[in-house]
């Protein structure tokens, strides 16, 4: 079955630390994946994706991820941490023909000053 | 560019009721996704259309939730009738195509049931 796994659903981090959001996945073919970030009261906004390649992806705001396929994992990361980067962040495995993702439970991020 | 579309922001209805959700994608795309985000939870797909035929319905519960996307632009997703377990965000995307493209949310509908 296809599946995402986010296992830390809170961490908090202090501002300027570096930050690592684990995300696990099964997938029958090869996968597509994305990590998205939800502020309060937002949608969904795309940090990142994944479809081919260098397995280290760049994304916008500093979060960059690595995709494992040893270890069916993509994690994200951030060198240092902003306040602003408080959000619930969600990783997700998309399908190559239809688009529809999968996602995982999320991890909320919560900043200490 | 515009981004999608969604209206309401927010719905409060008694349980048993009916409530209908607007989703205008983004100009051109042909792909339209309907999500159901339960507090908690990461968003979980109702309905896929590809312009205005459905590609999957598989979780959408057709007893009581149903969805058009007419000309194959806009779209609504309708409750009818309303149970408490629907209280959640209904959120809706749009891609260009459904193969490797990255989909656009909207800003989703809050809706709680009382």
């Known amino acids: 079955a296809q599946s995402v796994t986010q296992p830390d659903i809170h961490i908090t981090v202090s501002e300027g630390a570096s930050l690592e959001l684990r995300c696990n996945y099964s997938y029958g073919a090869t996968p597509y994946l994305f990590w998205y970030v939800q502020s309060p009261g937002q949608g969904l906004q795309l940090l990142l994706k994944y479809f081919s390649g260098d397995t280290l992806v760049q994304g916008i705001k500093g979060f960059e991820a690595e995709f494992k396929r040893s270890q069916s994992s993509f994690n994200l990361r951030k060198p240092s941490v902003h306040w602003s980067d408080a959000a619930e962040y969600f990783c997700a495995v998309g399908s190559s023909n239809t688009g529809k993702l999968i996602f995982g439970q999320g991890t909320t991020l919560q900043v200490k000053p | 560019e515009a981004g999608v579309a969604q209206s309401p922001r927010y719905k409060i209805i008694e349980k048993r009721q009916s409530v209908a959700f607007w989703c205008n994608p983004i100009s051109g795309h042909a792909t339209l996704y309907w999500y159901q985000q339960i507090l908690g939870q990461g968003p979980k797909l109702l309905i896929q259309f590809q312009n205005n035929g459905v590609v999957d319905d598989s979780q959408l519960p057709k007893d009581r939730f149903s969805a058009e996307r007419l000309k194959g632009v806009d779209s609504t997703l309708k409750i009818q009738p309303a149970k408490l377990e629907d209280s959640a965000v209904y959120l809706c995307?749009?891609?260009?195509?459904?193969?490797?493209?990255?989909?656009?949310f909207g800003q989703g509908t809050r809706l709680t049931v009382v």
């Open positions: 995307a749009s891609s260009l195509t459904s193969r490797n493209t990255e989909a656009f």
